[in-house]
């Protein structure tokens, strides 16, 4: 067994060792984006990446499952910036196995929802359109006098980001068992969470308005579907989309496959009889 990680500043020892926060991290690390997919994103591998904490966290086999089914939830962001939720995400289901009336699930959501984004672009700025432009340029322009050391450009560049990832991870995991615990003592749990539902929420509203589009095409004389609708409200139609699929899944459990073939269907008939 490793280590087991402790923090005198904390009331209560992690249950975690040092070898069960590696594999964790190692699996987010090597298949935190295999299973890739456009109903869930990133949730799969990042459950992947979780389970070994969740398993050593969570004795009883309700409170695994409950917790698993958590993570597996929509979540997509830049992976090496991504450690800074990892590592707190850890921590706060540490906190909530020892304090579960004081930590909800919707918290450890809320959280992930709310920083997801905010580090997507802190990451994709940095680690993509930064670092790998730079050493892609540098590496190719070595490459084209025929220098062998292009490749060692990229090797560094791609251990560099492991060592970065893998501090960033460290850095979350330790600093949020400390700010968790200290949050719990102060009582500013409350607004926390009222804080991360907000931040998630227009996060949320600012995808949905960026990547939800339906522009009618409907022209009668004068008469124009699309001029009348934005004098009314401007983006009323993706809103009514956006709306109406949360109610189909929130109150009608309707399944996400259902829903995409509707919205295929409508589609297709609406661009037939000339509404789009």
Request: hydrophobic share 50%.
């Given at each position: 067994?490793?280590?087991?990680?402790?923090?005198?500043?904390?009331?209560?020892?992690?249950?975690?060792?040092?070898?069960?926060?590696?594999?964790?991290?190692?699996?987010l690390?090597?298949?935190?984006?295999?299973?890739?997919?456009?109903?869930?994103?990133?949730?799969?591998?990042?459950?992947?990446?979780?389970?070994?904490?969740?398993?050593?966290?969570y004795?009883?086999?309700e409170d695994?499952?409950?917790?698993?089914?958590?993570?597996?939830?929509?979540?997509?962001?830049?992976?090496?910036?991504?450690n800074l939720?990892f590592?707190?995400?850890?921590?706060?289901?540490e906190?909530?196995?020892?304090?579960?009336?004081?930590v909800?699930?919707?918290?450890?959501?809320?959280?992930?929802?709310?920083?997801m984004?905010?580090?997507?672009?802190?990451?994709d700025?940095?680690?993509?359109?930064?670092?790998?432009?730079?050493?892609i340029?540098?590496?190719?322009?070595?490459?084209?006098?025929?220098?062998?050391?292009s490749i060692?450009?990229?090797l560094?560049?791609?251990?560099?980001?492991?060592?970065?990832?893998?501090?960033?991870?460290?850095?979350g995991?330790?600093?949020?068992?400390?700010?968790?615990?200290?949050?719990?003592?102060s009582?500013l749990?409350?607004?926390l969470?009222?804080?991360?539902?907000?931040?998630?929420?227009f996060?949320?509203?600012?995808?949905?308005?960026?990547?939800?589009v339906?522009?009618?095409?409907?022209?009668?004389?004068?008469?124009?579907?699309?001029d009348?609708l934005?004098?009314?409200?401007?983006?009323?139609?993706?809103?009514?989309?956006?709306f109406g699929?949360y109610?189909?899944?929130?109150?009608?459990?309707?399944?996400?496959?259902?829903?995409?073939?509707?919205?295929?269907?409508?589609?297709?008939?609406?661009?037939?009889?000339?509404?789009f």
């Open positions: 067994m490793g280590k087991e990680v402790k923090k005198p500043s904390q009331e209560t020892e992690s249950v975690l060792t040092q070898k069960d926060l590696n594999k964790c991290y190692r699996r690390s090597l298949w935190g984006e295999t299973s890739l997919n456009f109903e869930r994103m990133q949730s799969v591998g990042w459950c992947n990446a979780m389970a070994p904490a969740l398993e050593k966290i004795t009883k086999k695994l499952a409950e917790a698993l089914q958590r993570h597996l939830q929509f979540f997509n962001t830049e992976l090496m910036f991504g939720i590592g707190p995400a850890i921590a706060l289901e906190e909530k196995a020892q304090n579960p009336d004081k909800s699930g919707e918290l450890i959501t809320s959280f992930k929802t709310g920083t984004g905010p580090v997507a672009a802190i990451g700025s940095i680690h993509w359109a930064t670092a790998w432009t730079l050493a340029a540098f590496a190719g322009a070595l490459a084209a006098k025929g220098a062998v050391s060692a450009v990229l560094g560049l791609v251990v560099g980001c492991e060592i970065v990832a893998y501090a960033l991870f460290r850095l995991y330790t600093t949020g068992r400390m700010s968790f615990a200290q949050i719990m003592k009582g749990l409350n607004e969470l009222d804080g991360a539902n907000i931040l998630g929420m996060m949320m509203g600012a995808l949905s308005s960026s990547l939800v339906l522009i009618p095409a409907l022209k009668i004389g004068k008469f124009v579907l699309k009348t934005d004098g009314i409200l401007p983006g009323m139609l993706p809103l009514i989309i956006v699929v109610y189909l899944i929130r109150k009608k459990n309707v399944s996400t496959a259902k829903i995409v073939i509707l919205l295929i269907a409508i589609g297709i008939l609406g661009s037939l009889i000339g509404l």
